[in-house]
């Protein structure tokens, strides 16, 4: 357990992994071809898989209010990981409004 900056404020952690193993399977015959770029499946991960599932994560995090996100920066080239800090802060206004819709009906 650890403090957070409000006092009387305890934040708890839990830690969720989800790893993505890259591999690709590439025909020997294809070395030999001079054009051949070893790399490039690699820049296709960077450029036009990985930043989909980022939004699409961040996208459906969004669509949660009671709960907020933001990428945490732990010194690891964003290449090899990306840290997505999920927090629910509770007793604020997400769940007085919860309280607020159940009175309504």
């Given at each position: ?82 840290e997505i800090v999920v927090t629910r802060r509770l007793g604020g206004d997400a ?11």
């Open positions: 357990m650890s403090r957070c900056y409000d006092a009387g404020m305890e934040t708890r952690e839990k830690t969720f992994l989800l790893r993505f193993t890259l591999e690709a399977q590439i025909p020997e015959a294809l070395f030999e071809e001079e054009d051949f770029e070893e790399d490039a499946w690699l820049d296709e991960w960077e450029v036009e898989i990985k930043p989909g599932l980022i939004r699409a994560v961040f996208a459906q995090l969004r669509a949660t209010p009671a709960w907020s996100a933001r990428v945490r920066n732990r010194g690891v080239s964003p290449l090899d990981e990306i769940d007085d409004d919860t309280d607020d819709d159940d009175e309504a009906q």
